[in-house]
Each structure stands twice: as structure tokens, then as C-alpha cells.
């Protein structure tokens, strides 16, 4: 735009100042839909009953990362509860033990080694998800490509097929491979929840807080 301006001082400029204006209006224009966008999700939010004490779509647009992640995170809560509660046959969310069984009983049926819980140090090389997404979807897995682990590198290519898998069959995934092989339960507990959702063709339930 500056360089439009300067354009004026030249004699004889062919400079259209309404075509420039126009474009600027455009920009400004984009810009403040975004502004609008981040405010609805922000709206949405509350009406989700997330905690949003003290942010605004304004926080969204300028990138405040910190405020961005626990909006993020208040999604993936929302999202995975709403798979626990489609997983019941109550309406309500299941327990984290009824969850757990059923995930145990999908593996043995598959004939793999089960884990004890999303703290299993078994879960660091990312055989048992990959495991049950092949139990879940049989010929997803090329297990040529799967690292016998015990090194980090090793369980980190692993995790990165693990999610990828995952991805492949349908399965939401939000968690990143370093989740797994530094055995994050919470985030490990999104992975099988939203396997057990693509096993069961079930998209999660409208969650109110």
C-alpha cells in the first residue's frame, strides 16, 4: 500500500486509487471474518460448558498458544468422552475399567499379549496399538515395517507407524507419537478410545461439560 501511495507522486501516474482501496477494504475485510470465526468458536465453546474465563476469539487470531492449547485440549476431552459415553450402553460415559476390558478382550481375541493399563511400560514400543488396529482392520499392518523397540529410535518409528495406522483405519486420532513412547496415559487413553470408535463404527455422543 505504501507503494501505491508513493505512485501518486509521479506525474502522470496511472495509479487507480479506487481499485487500490477496494483491495484494501477486501484484506480488512478477511481479516475481521477471521475475528468473527474465532469469536463463534469461543461462543461454542461456553455453550459447551468448556472453561473459557477470560479468553475471546481475539486471544485465537493473535496465536496466544497457551490459551489456544487449553482450547484444544477442552476439545479432545469433550471428544473422547463423547466416544466413552457412545461406547455404553447407559448413555453415560464408561468407566475407565469397563473401558479397559473391553480393549483387553479385542487384543486376546486377536490372540496378541493384552496390557494392564494405559501405564504399561509395554506401550513405550507401540506393539499393542499396533496390534489391535490390525485386529480392528486385519491387512492394515505391513509388520515388515514394525521395529522389534527397546531403543528410543526404534520406538519412536514404531509410534509414528502406530499413529499413522490408526489414521488410516478411520480412527480420530489427536495424540503424537512422542505421546507414546513417553507413556502419557491420558493421551494413550485417546488413541484406544478412538480405535474402540472406529472398531464399532460409533461417532461420539454431544457432550455438555
Known amino acids: 500500500s505504501r507503494f501505491g501511495s508513493s505512485c501518486l507522486c509521479f506525474k502522470g501516474s496511472k495509479f487507480n486509487w479506487k481499485q487500490w482501496y477496494q483491495r484494501r477494504v477486501r484484506a480488512m475485510g478477511a481479516e475481521m471474518k477471521k475475528l468473527e470465526n474465532d469469536n463463534y468458536a469461543v461462543e461454542l465453546g461456553k455453550k459447551m460448558k468448556f472453561s473459557l474465563v477470560g479468553i475471546d476469539g481475539k486471544n485465537i487470531y493473535d496465536r496466544n498458544k497457551m490459551l489456544v492449547l487449553s482450547i484444544v485440549w477442552q476439545l479432545m476431552r469433550a471428544y473422547v468422552l463423547g466416544i466413552l459415553q457412545a461406547l455404553s450402553s447407559d448413555g453415560k460415559p464408561i468407566s475407565y475399567a469397563v473401558f479397559c476390558l473391553k480393549k483387553k478382550t479385542k487384543l486376546q481375541g486377536s490372540g496378541k ?5 494405559f501405564k504399561d511400560s509395554s506401550l513405550v514400543n507401540a506393539h499393542p496399538i499396533i496390534h489391535l488396529v490390525e485386529a480392528i482392520h486385519p491387512g492394515t499392518v505391513d509388520f515388515s515395517l514394525v521395529k522389534p523397540g527397546g531403543i528410543h529410535a526404534d520406538n519412536l518409528l514404531n509410534a509414528k507407524y502406530a499413529v499413522s ?7 480420530v486420532v489427536f495424540a503424537l507419537p512422542e505421546d507414546i513412547v513417553e507413556l502419557k ?3 494413550l487413553l485417546t488413541i484406544f478410545a478412538a480405535l474402540m470408535a472406529s472398531d464399532l463404527g ?8
Open 202 to 209: 460409533v461417532a461420539p455422543a454431544s457432550h455438555k461439560g
Open 165 to 171: 495406522s490408526a489414521r488410516k483405519i478411520g480412527a
Open 185 to 187: 496415559p491420558k493421551m
Open 113 to 117: 499379549p493384552t496390557i494392564s493399563g
